[in-house]
């Protein structure tokens, strides 16, 4: 069994202010985990991937994300936030799951960038 | 990097019609894709999973033969809503896996389906 749970569903934060968006996972197996971000009303933008190599994962647009295995955490971070940064965000967690691969959904966190 | 695309963004249908979508993968092969449905301020729920070449395997509580998924070619799946009614109206987001890659998904800009 496998679950995600993003720990904030709205955050809000002053332009050019460092970002932190929280998700916590568990799972019976060594996961993947994913952060992806949606603009309203647009598909999902794959930011970065963990896939059991380096903990700290960089992505696009200067996000990164630390893989904290006593933690279960997967938390999604940028130095300084930017006004397109406003979006929702997505934590994903993918394993195996009855021989194929499961992916979860974590609920979402409303990022808002005050000007 | 890994485009996939959907058709159309945006349909308006009566109720009791019928409503198909189109998912591709652009520059890949997909040997999988999926179909998710996201209502408002919410995070997306699979519906089904659709393999090239075989039936579509549905989500416990998704009805196969009112949302019927072909997925054809390695580059194509299309979900059809058939008989649609106002609570059919969503948004409907569409993912492909890599062939060859077992876990990342890339996906379309949605559709969204509005049914009076």
């Known amino acids: 069994a496998q679950s995600v749970t993003q720990l904030d569903s709205h955050v809000s934060v002053s332009e050019g202010t460092p970002v932190l968006l929280r998700c916590n996972y568990s799972?019976?197996?060594?996961?993947?985990l994913f952060w992806y971000v949606q603009h309203p009303n647009k598909g999902l933008q794959l930011l970065l991937k963990?896939?059991?190599?380096?903990?700290l994962v960089k992505g696009i647009n200067g996000f990164e994300a630390e893989f904290k295995k006593s933690e279960t955490s997967f938390h999604l971070t940028k130095p300084s936030a930017h006004m397109s940064d406003a979006a929702e965000y997505f934590c994903?967690?993918?394993?195996?799951?009855?021989?194929?691969?499961?992916?979860?959904f974590g609920t979402g966190t409303k990022l808002q960038v005050i000007p | 990097g890994a485009v996939v695309s959907q058709h159309p963004s945006r349909v308006i249908c009566k109720s009791g019609t019928s409503v198909k979508i189109e998912c591709r993968s652009l520059?890949?092969?997909?040997?999988?894709m999926f179909w998710y449905r996201q209502f408002p301020k919410q995070s997306l729920m699979l519906m089904a999973t659709?393999?090239?070449?075989?039936?579509?395997?549905?989500e416990q509580g998704v009805e196969k033969d009112k949302f019927l998924i072909n997925h054809a070619s390695l580059t194509l799946s299309t979900l059809t809503v058939t008989s649609a009614h106002p609570e059919d109206s969503s948004f409907y987001i569409c993912s492909a896996r890599v062939a060859g890659l077992t876990d990342t998904q890339y996906f379309g800009p949605g559709t969204r389906l509005t049914v009076l």
């Open positions: 994903v967690v993918s394993g195996p799951s009855g021989g194929y691969q499961k992916v979860t």
């Open positions: 520059d890949f092969q997909a040997t999988t």
């Open positions: 659709s393999n090239e070449g075989s039936k579509a395997t549905y």
């Open positions: 963990y896939t059991s190599a380096a903990t």
């Open positions: 799972s019976s197996y060594s996961p993947s």
